[in-house]
């Protein structure tokens, strides 16, 4: 049902799923997130689980609580996310390609001729 | 948050066998307790006298009601769902919810009626013509419209399908996110309610071999999953268990080897169910 991966704790993985959902703009800015008690009764769980991963949303300034009223999304979250996952690609992803590269003796030039390609074929 | 249940060295002795030995936890509202172990390990007798139906030694409250002595007002708050259905199988739905009426103090027919609405449940149903699902289905509506603080749930799921299942846990946690309430459940299915407890209390053979909150739980163990020319080292590391995969072992560790075996393979999260399952076997 709920596909949750043993790799983080629940909640890291809301969290993470949410991030993903304001940057493909299922959440848009100043749009409300679903109650902590609608997630819980559809994912099945906890809702201090919810209530914490919407917790670390709003300590990254992502969302905001407004009382009585329930979680936002911040405008100015899309931008920081962008911001966040461009570090991440440079600081994780990019090494990760380079050691790739090394262990099937890609040359960087075959790289980068694919990359032009698949990018002109997404257009 | 109040607490709502306490227990004291809770101890169940018949002549020969101890049933339950020295348990003691508290309940607050907010907080969903999972009473898990193998059938044998107590946890019938721990529900049965938290219900008041079984003499024990130590100290129960529940809403500050002694279960035994306080039966009848405790009634009022404390409520019960186990896999065996209990409501009269010759009454109709609406025939149970005027008995309800009648002999709970605070049952409100008509939100009964509303919870049931949203069900396939018609009240001209005689209970013996209901499926199961729709017999805890009913039941769980009943709960829902008294004044219930505690609610104690024994496999409440089993021969339920997965759609009644899905139903079940979805108004048991919409009712709970609305009041003060504390839930304990017992069940053998532990990944089934893993992500909805917030304590958990693992019995074996009459005694607590596990206690404490999900979080602190789940910081006490990791798994590593590391290539099979790792496996002397992490032998000396005392494994809980393990599990053989394609080409890699996953281990379970207990946390003061976490930093011994970073590096050996990827860290993992233990489940609920893992660590439960080891502590099962793990000679003690």
């Known amino acids: 049902m709920s596909d949750w991966n043993d790799k983080q704790p629940i909640f890291h993985q809301i969290k993470e799923r949410i991030e993903k959902q304001i940057l493909l703009g299922i959440w848009a800015e100043g749009m409300a997130l679903p109650s902590v008690r609608t997630v819980a009764a559809d994912l099945k769980i906890n809702h201090l689980t919810v209530m914490k991963a919407y917790q670390l949303l709003v300590d990254d300034n992502l969302i905001e609580k407004k009382r009585g009223q329930g979680m936002f999304v911040l405008s100015g979250a899309l931008e920081k996310l962008k911001a966040e996952k461009k570090q991440q690609f440079l600081t994780q992803d990019i090494p990760n390609i380079v050691q790739m590269l090394k262990r099937i003796d890609m040359p960087l030039h075959d790289f980068i001729n694919e990359l032009e390609k698949q990018i002109e074929e997404d257009k | ?284």
């Not at chain 2, 018949?14 to 348990?23: L, N, S």
């Not at chain 2, 009022?76 to 149970?96: E, F, G, K, T």
């Not at chain 2, 970073?262 to 999260?269: H, Q, T």
Request: proline share 2%.
């Open chain 2, 1 to 284: 948050m109040t607490v709502l249940v306490r227990a004291v060295k809770v101890t169940k002795q018949y002549q020969r066998a101890v049933a339950v030995k020295e348990i003691s936890f508290e309940l607050r509202g907010g907080q969903v307790l999972g009473l898990l172990g193998h059938n044998g390990a107590g946890k019938s007798s721990l529900i049965s006298a938290l219900l008041g139906s079984l003499s024990y030694q130590g100290e129960i409250e529940i809403c500050g009601l002694n279960p035994v002595k306080q039966r009848v007002q405790l009634m009022r708050y404390l409520a019960y769902i186990s896999d065996r259905n209990v409501l009269p199988l010759w009454m109709n739905v609406a025939q149970v919810l005027r008995y309800s009426s009648g002999v709970h103090p605070s049952f409100d027919i008509n939100k009964a009626r509303q919870l049931l609405s949203s069900t396939q449940i018609p009240l001209t149903a005689k209970i013996s013509s209901l499926s199961s699902g729709m017999k805890v289905q009913l039941h769980l509506s009943i709960i829902m419209a008294t004044d219930t603080k505690v609610l104690i749930l024994d496999e409440p799921t089993l021969g339920l399908d997965l759609i009644y299942r899905d139903t079940f846990y979805r108004h048991l946690i919409e009712w709970f996110h609305d009041g003060e309430r504390a839930l304990i459940i017992a069940s053998h299915e532990v990944s089934e309610i893993e992500h909805l407890l917030t304590d958990v209390l693992i019995l074996k053979q009459s005694e607590v071999v596990l206690q404490g909150e999900m979080a602190s739980i789940y910081a006490r163990y990791f798994i590593v999953d590391a290539q099979h020319q790792h496996q002397s080292i992490i032998e000396q590391m005392s494994p809980l268990a393990s599990q053989v995969g394609l080409g890699t072992t996953k281990w379970l560790l207990k946390n003061e080897y976490r930093a011994q075996a970073e590096g050996l393979g990827d860290i993992l999260e233990p489940s609920l169910q893992d660590i439960f399952l080891a502590l099962q076997k793990e000679d003690a």
